[in-house]
């Protein structure tokens, strides 16, 4: 058993439908913690300071790199987004999965200060369809959907560095897959340490009749 929480990464274009996903997961299962980001872009109608993200001007987001609190940052579409380091360190340390849904480079950066977080990419089944649902939404200026379609044309040549591609089709079919995946990654041998350990002390014992 691990007594550590596993970090997981939820990435995926802009308008997959992350938000949803990882809100209902939340919902349906009780052993996840969301981290709440920090960022500098303008809050959306409906967002609330403290639980959408911790929405701070560009000063206080650099103070804050500079006082190393954040696990890792980047710039997304003109502005910072970051994730704050303490909560996620406590919430693992309680033996919770906490699940950052956050872009690729941050995405990357934290794969590779961590190795064991699992890294999840969210795509809906065809680009139509993204830039539908960016358009339903309803929440950006069509300069901003546009900005935000480039840059999954972007993102496309990272999903290979992900752990698994989850399509975003039906959405309570997809929250059971990715509750299952994040189950089953309790078990791969990197993420299962401490139980190597142990077997390979007590096997040592054991082979030495002691
Ligand atoms: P939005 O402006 O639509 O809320 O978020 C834009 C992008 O920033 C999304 O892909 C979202 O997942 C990502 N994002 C949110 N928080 C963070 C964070 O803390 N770090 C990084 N690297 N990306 C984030």
């Known amino acids: 058993m691990n007594k550590n929480g596993i970090l997981v990464v939820v990435s995926g274009f802009s308008g997959a439908g992350k938000g949803t996903l990882v809100r ?24 609330e300071d403290g639980v959408s993200y911790f929405f701070v001007d ?9 006082e190393d609190g ?7 579409c003109g502005n910072y987004y970051g994730t704050p380091k303490d909560y996620v360190k ?19 950066q934290i794969k590779k200060k961590y190795p064991t977080t699992l890294l999840l ?30 840059r999954a044309a972007e993102e496309v040549d990272s999903i290979s560095k992900y752990d698994y591609l989850v399509i975003n089709d039906n959405i309570d079919e997809c929250v059971d897959e990715l509750h299952n995946i994040i189950a ?27």
């Open 24 to 47: 209902k997961l939340l919902e349906k299962y009780d052993n996840y913690s969301l981290s709440v980001s920090m960022t500098t872009r303008n809050k959306r109608e409906g967002e």
């Open 121 to 150: 990419f969210v795509t809906p089944p065809s680009g139509e369809e993204l830039i539908t649902r960016l358009r339903t939404r309803n929440t950006e200026t069509e300069e901003d959907i546009m900005r935000r379609i480039s």
């Open 70 to 76: 954040l696990l890792e940052y980047a710039s997304y």
């Open 90 to 108: 406590k919430q693992l340390a309680q033996g919770k999965d906490v699940i950052l849904e956050i872009e690729v480079q941050g995405a990357l």
């Open 58 to 66: 560009h000063k206080k987001f650099e103070q804050t790199i500079i």
């Open 184 to 210: 089953s990654a309790h078990n791969a041998p990197i993420r299962q340490q401490d139980l190597i350990d142990r077997l390979k002390n007590e096997l040592d014992i054991l082979s030495k009749g002691e």
